[in-house]
C-alpha cells in the first residue's frame, strides 16, 4: 500500500499509474511461478519477432516484415501488461512511487540484470574479435546486432522482474473466534 507520505511527493500522472499497475482484474493471468514464467518467455518471443521483423523492414527492405511487426505489437503490449501487472510496476514506476522494500527489490532487479547484460556485450565482443580473425566482413551486421543489443538493455530489467516476482500469499483466515 501507498503511504501518505508517499502519495504526497507524486504528481497525478504517478498516481494513475501506481493503480494501473496494482489493479488486480486480471491476477489469474500471472497467480502462479509458472504462468509468470510463460508470460515472460512469450514476451522474449515476442520481442525476438518483433526485432527480426523491424530489422527486415528496415535493413532487409522486406514490406511483408512490416505488416508482421504490426500484427505482433498488441500481443507483445498485452504480455508486458501481464509482466507489469504480475510485478505490480516495479520496473516501470518512478522511485517516488515505491516504498522502502520495493525501492530495495528495483534496485537489486536492475543490479542483476545489468549483469546479464553485462555477459551479452562480452559475447558480442567475443563473437565481433572472432569475425576480425577469421577476416569476416561484418560491415552489414553493426546496425542489427547493436539494435539487438539496445532493445534487450530496455527490456532485460522487465523480464528479470518477471521471472524474479513471488507468489503472493495467500489470504490467511484465521481460527473462528
Not at 528496415?58 to 501481464?82: E, H, K
Not at 549483469?115 to 553493426?142: K, P
Not at 542489427?144 to 513471488?166: C, D, I, N, R, S
Request: charged share 20%; net charge neutral.
Amino acid at each position: 500500500m501507498m503511504t501518505d507520505q508517499q502519495a504526497r511527493g507524486m504528481t497525478g500522472y504517478d498516481r494513475r499509474m501506481f493503480a494501473l499497475m496494482n489493479r488486480r482484474e486480471a491476477a489469474s493471468l500471472y497467480a502462479t511461478a509458472a504462468r509468470r514464467r510463460l508470460a515472460v518467455g512469450a514476451h522474449i518471443a515476442l520481442t525476438v519477432a518483433s526485432d527480426a521483423a523491424w530489422l527486415l523492414t528496415v535493413v532487409g527492405d522486406q514490406r511483408w516484415a512490416m505488416w508482421t511487426m504490426v500484427a505482433l505489437i498488441l500481443p507483445w503490449c498485452f504480455a508486458t501488461g501481464v509482466i507489469n501487472g504480475a510485478t505490480r510496476g516495479l520496473v516501470e514506476l518512478r522511485e517516488r512511487a515505491l516504498d522502502e522494500r520495493q525501492r530495495a527489490e528495483k534496485a537489486r532487479i536492475e543490479a542483476r540484470a545489468r549483469g546479464l547484460m553485462l555477459w551479452l556485450l562480452l559475447a558480442a565482443v567475443v563473437g565481433a574479435g572472432q569475425a576480425m580473425i577469421q577476416g569476416w566482413d561484418t560491415d552489414e551486421l553493426l546496425f542489427p546486432v547493436l539494435f539487438t543489443l539496445f532493445v534487450l538493455h530496455w527490456l532485460m530489467p522487465l523480464w528479470v522482474a518477471g521471472l524474479a516476482v513471488k507468489d503472493e500469499p495467500e489470504d490467511f483466515e484465521g481460527p473462528e473466534a
